[in-house]
């Protein structure tokens, strides 16, 4: 990232300590940036990454968020923190609004004292669409599609530079809760004869676009770059797996694993997908560059070697 600025480009990353900001942190870090991640509980020092500091800091907290934003004075923001469980939705729809829709809102006023500050927010592409309520979902959707009303409101009514994101199924190394690391838990567990009793899959033939973390974040680093104010963007793959072929490979990289007891829904026919392509960023000379096996490879050795964590 190329910034006229005599000291080292700065990126404030809310939700760092999760599964795309833990990357996130480690990707900016290694491109020259220097990294703050927020975190809401305090967190130990990565080893080997002097230029990434996390900070404590609830966005909710509107006061505090102000003066770490001052004190910090970021080039750039990338916004991932907030809540994005579908069923924890349904029993806390209330914490949902407060994370996704008060914690966006409450940084983005926090930034309006840096009014060169580019910045990013993470959206959902199982955001509803406000122009349709009756049709909304679940809370979750309701809350990403608030936020990104928020966002989108936020550059025109007070020209800060803000774009939005709506990233498919990201996965690879980290501690994510979306299926391929849920799938990867299982697995290992299996392979450490733990019994963990079946992984229950919808149905085989349910499609999804899966895309790398590591290919998303060099994605955002662009939309951060160069995306334009107000817009939102699609981040994904542009293909579809059916779930069973991302299930059949995921046993195939396994060893004692690979009786692994999945539980099938009943099939019937294939749910429409909804496939997107990320065209601007094709145009600019993104794609993505790790390929299924692989990621699906580095999330089944994320948990072989004992890591964990929430995202």
Not at 212 to 229: I, K, M, N, P, T
Request: charged content about 25%; overall charge negative.
């Amino acid at each position: 990232m190329d910034k006229k600025s005599p000291r080292m480009p700065v990126i404030l990353i809310t939700g760092a300590a999760g599964f795309t900001g833990l990357n996130a942190c480690l990707h900016f870090a290694s491109i020259g940036m220097s990294v703050a991640g927020l975190v809401r509980e305090s967190r130990k020092q990565p080893e080997g990454l002097d230029n990434v500091v996390y900070y404590q800091c609830d966005l909710l907290d509107h006061q505090r968020l102000r003066e770490l934003v001052a004190s910090l004075n970021p080039d750039y923001v990338l916004h991932l923190g907030g809540k994005n469980a579908v069923s924890e939705s349904w029993e806390h729809p209330v914490r949902f609004m407060e994370a996704n829709v008060m914690g966006t809102v409450y940084l983005l006023d926090a930034l309006r004292q840096l009014p060169q500050c580019r910045i990013l927010v993470a959206g959902s592409r199982l955001k509803a669409s406000l122009e349709a309520p009756e049709r909304v979902v679940h809370p979750y959707g309701l809350s990403k599609g608030l936020q990104q009303a928020a966002a989108r409101s936020w550059s025109v009514l007070f020209k800060q530079e803000v774009v939005t994101a709506e990233s498919s199924n990201l996965i690879g190394p980290g501690p994510s809760t979306g299926f391929c690391a849920l799938l990867a838990r299982h697995i290992v567990r299996s392979e450490r004869k733990e019994s963990p009793g079946p992984f229950r899959v919808s149905s085989r033939k349910a499609v999804r676009d899966f895309l790398d973390v590591r290919d998303a974040l060099r994605a955002y680093q662009l939309l951060l770059e160069q995306g334009e104010s107000g817009k939102v963007y699609p981040v994904c793959s542009g293909i579809e797996q059916e779930l069973g072929t991302v299930v059949d490979h995921m046993l195939s990289l396994s060893g004692s694993g690979r009786q692994a007891e999945i539980e099938w829904g009943q099939d019937g026919e294939a749910a429409p997908g909804q496939l997107q392509r990320a065209e601007w960023l094709e145009a600019k000379g993104w794609s993505p560059s790790i390929p299924l096996h692989q990621s699906l490879a580095d999330c089944l050795d994320y948990f072989r070697n004992g890591e964990e964590g929430e995202s």
